[in-house]
């Protein structure tokens, strides 16, 4: 009975160390770090002034957070770790927009 036990217990501490790994993804400030970053080297053959590349940071960064956090609380972790880690892996703005 004890073996079983502990068995057991084996058995949901590593369950739950593969579904903590599995469904780690960046927070929404370093995800939305990563977009904006993307966003303003995609742009930048465009001549951007200063005060637009200002003004295109903040709104992007905005808009992106409140997006993550609405993903995260209306479609749940698993979700959200699907399109964070989609966002991670784009290169481009074009890899962004299909996510």
Known sequence: MRIA????LVVV???????????R????????AHVVE?????TAEQGLAPE??????????AQCEQRAH??????????YV??????MAAEDVAGLGGC
Do not use: H, N, Y
């Open 5 to 8: 036990s502990i068995a057991m």
């Open 13 to 23: 501490v590593l369950s739950f160390a593969v579904w903590w790994s599995l469904l």
């Open 38 to 42: 993307v966003t303003l080297s995609d």
């Open 52 to 61: 637009t590349r200002a003004s295109l940071v903040a709104a992007t960064q």
């Open 70 to 79: 609405d993903k995260l609380r209306l479609r749940g972790r698993i979700k």
């Open 82 to 87: 699907a399109w964070a880690k989609c966002l």
């Open 25 to 32: 993804a960046p927070g929404p400030t370093e995800l939305c």
